[in-house]
């Protein structure tokens, strides 16, 4: 976000901090707003990395582990980038735009995957750029909201994942809510209309949406944490059983066909708070760390929830944080089932 966007942020009561957090004062009006399901947020904590060239589809399809031919300009895709020992260092939204595609990750890794692909290339007919700072990104919440930016475009996506294209970016479906991606500047005056009559939220508080959807989002403190099924990433539609060779995709396939997974991704609520790469414990496996916590959101003054991946059969015993003790883990729904193939394709 430029200085133009922290002086509009800094009008609205909300400051932004270096690593991109987004924190708005009026937490009541927040919470209302999510409860509502009518708001919109910037979304400053993330970072886009774009791919172009003859031969982008084929380099991809060789190194992420979602099946890239299925991402055209009006659908979107989540995807995964793994180490040769199947380990997740990062996970992206994806999506097709003028015939570029467009890597949506956490900012804080941004540099480093730009880095590591860019190093695979080679003679490829591919080019690999870091654009955060030419788009900005928008979270819209409710029909409020969408109905702002809907006269840019022709149509507002309605099913999970679905494009609609326009001039200046895209509307894209979700199932944290629709996501408003524009050229900066061309989206300064949707923001200016929202804040006549919708909520603003904050990161943490739109952090909450995709946590209550189940969907993960890595960062430094847990890069290379996971294998891709830990993470439920093949519930979500980002990994592929039937394409080629990407790196770790032996490890992948293998976790997937021989015998069962010990450790899933879970939704919890504790009560104090916790932070993204806390590592979980439970007085059945004695100080062996079962599991790390993901993503995290407060809901109320004593209540987080969150993302963790737990050893599964841990939970009759409880499952506790590691440097907190007194901080157990309560089990919450997800919108899919733990054992389903795809869930949110």
Known sequence: MDQQWQEWAAKQGATLDEC????????????????????????????????????????????????????SPTHSQYSTYSTAKGRMQAN????????????????????????????????????????TAEWTLTGLLGGKAESCASKYFAAVPAALHQVEAGDEGILLRLPSGALLWAKLGSDKAVADELVTGVSL????????????????????????????????????????FKKGC??????????????????????????????????????AMGDQAIGMVVNVAQTDNNC?????????NCWESGVFVKAKPELA???????????????LQ
């Open 20 to 71: 991109g957090v987004l924190r708005v004062v009026d937490e009541a009006g927040q919470r209302a707003a999510i409860a509502s399901g009518q708001g919109f947020a910037p979304l400053t904590e993330w970072a886009l990395i774009r791919l172009q060239g003859e031969d982008s589809l084929p380099f991809l399809q060789g190194q992420l582990s979602s099946d890239l031919g299925e991402v």
């Open 92 to 131: 992206f939204l994806i999506w097709q735009y003028q015939g570029a595609y467009y890597l949506m990750l956490s900012q804080d890794l941004a540099v480093a995957l730009h880095k590591r692909l860019s190093m695979f290339i080679l003679r490829s007919k591919v080019k690999a750029e870091l654009v």
């Open 201 to 240: 939220i904050g990161s943490e508080p739109w952090r909450l949406l995709d946590i209550r959807a189940g969907i993960p989002w890595l960062g430094r403190e847990t890069s290379e944490a996971f294998v891709a099924q830990m993470a439920n990433m093949e519930l979500i539609g980002a990994v592929s």
């Open 246 to 283: 990407y790196p770790g995709q032996e490890i992948v396939a293998r976790t997937q066909y021989l015998g069962k997974l010990k450790r899933r991704l879970y939704r919890v609520s504790v009560s104090g708070a916790v932070a993204g790469g806390d590592e979980l414990i439970s007085p």
């Open 304 to 312: 987080w929830e969150a993302l963790a991946v737990v050893q599964s």
């Open 329 to 343: 883990l309560q089990q919450l729904n997800l919108p899919y089932p733990l054992e389903s193939e795809s869930a």
